[in-house]
C-alpha cells in the first residue's frame, strides 16, 4: 500500500516538487502491480486530499485556510486519519483482491469539483 496524494493529478502553484513526487508514486504503484502480479501481490495507491492532523489541526479549524476549504472541498470539509485509516482497512479485509495498479482518491469529490 502506497499513500500518494490527490495533488498528483492537480497544478499547484509553487508545488512542482510535491506534485511530481505524489505522481511519481501512482507510476511505481503501476509498475510494481505489474510486475509482482505473478507472485499474486497487489499493490495500490491512496491519496488522500487535505486531512486535518495534529500538526495542522488549528489551521484546518479556523482562519483563511479553513474558509478555503469549506469553498473547496464539496463535503464541505477536511478529512481525518481515521477516514483515511478505514479506507486502508476496507482495501486490505474487502473482497477487492483483482484490485491492484489504481489510485484510490479519498478527498470529499475536491479533486474532481470545478
Same mark, same amino acid.
Given at each position: 500500500? +502506497?499513500i500518494?496524494?490527490?495533488f498528483d493529478k492537480l497544478?499547484?502553484?509553487? +508545488?512542482l &516538487?510535491y506534485c &511530481?513526487?505524489k ?6 504503484t503501476?509498475? @510494481?502491480a505489474?510486475e509482482?502480479a505473478?507472485?499474486?501481490i497487489r499493490v495500490l ?10 500538526? +495542522? &489541526?488549528d489551521?484546518m479549524?479556523s482562519?483563511p @485556510?479553513? &474558509?478555503? @476549504?469549506e469553498?473547496?472541498?464539496? !463535503? ?7 477516514d483515511?485509516?478505514n479506507?486502508v482497512?476496507?482495501l486490505?479485509s !474487502? ?5 491492484s ?7 470529499g469529490?475536491?479533486g474532481?469539483?470545478h
Open positions: 500500500m +502506497n500518494g496524494s490527490f497544478g499547484v502553484k509553487r +508545488n &516538487a &511530481a513526487s505522481a511519481a508514486v501512482g507510476a511505481i503501476r509498475c @510494481l505489474v509482482w505473478g507472485q499474486d495507491d491512496v491519496a488522500p486530499g487535505y486531512i486535518e492532523t495534529d500538526l +495542522n &489541526a489551521a479549524r482562519g @485556510l479553513r &474558509a478555503y @476549504l469553498k473547496r472541498i464539496p !463535503s464541505g470539509r477536511p478529512g481525518t486519519a481515521l483515511v485509516a479506507l482497512g476496507a486490505y !474487502s473482497g477487492a483482491g483483482f484490485m495498479g489504481e489510485t484510490l482518491y479519498i478527498d469529490a475536491q474532481i469539483a
